[in-house]
C-alpha cells in the first residue's frame, strides 16, 4: 500500500518562502489527481490546492497566487511551493489523493510568525 511521507516545513516569518514535498512510497500514477491538505488547531482539514491528472490545478482562493502546486510522478512526488506566507497559513500540511484518500500521513508542520 502506498505510504505518503511529508517533509519541508519548518518556522518562518510572515512573507517568506517554503517548500513542501510529498513522497508516496510506491507510484502515484499520473491518473490521480493530488493535493495538498491544512489543518489549524481546532479547525477542519481543507484541501489547500490540487493538482489534475491533466497537470490542471486548483487553489483555495486564499493561497491563489501564493501557492504553487507540482508532481514529477517518475519521482513519485508532490511539491507545494508556497510564497508570500501569512500568520493563516500555520499548521500541519499534509499530502494525498484529491479525491479517495490513502492513509494519511504524519504531516509536516508549517508555522508563520508575524
Known amino acids: 500500500q502506498v505510504q505518503l511521507v511529508e517533509s519541508g516545513g519548518g518556522l518562518v516569518q510572515a512573507g517568506g518562502s517554503l517548500r513542501l514535498s510529498c513522497l508516496a512510497s510506491?507510484?502515484?500514477?499520473?491518473?490521480?489527481?493530488m493535493g495538498w491538505f491544512r489543518q489549524a488547531p481546532g479547525k477542519q482539514r481543507e484541501l489547500v490546492a490540487r493538482?489534475?491528472?491533466?497537470?490542471?490545478?486548483n487553489y483555495l482562493d486564499s493561497v491563489k497566487g501564493r501557492f504553487t502546486i507540482s508532481r514529477d510522478n517518475a519521482k513519485s512526488t508532490v511539491y507545494l511551493q508556497m510564497n508570500s506566507l501569512e500568520p493563516d497559513d500555520s499548521a500541519v500540511y499534509y499530502c494525498?489523493?484529491?479525491?479517495?484518500?490513502?492513509?494519511w500521513g504524519q504531516g509536516t508542520q508549517v508555522t508563520v510568525s508575524s
Open positions: 493538482i489534475n491528472f491533466d497537470g490542471t490545478t
Open positions: 510506491g507510484s502515484i500514477s499520473k491518473i490521480y489527481a
Open positions: 494525498n489523493r484529491a479525491t479517495i484518500p490513502l492513509p
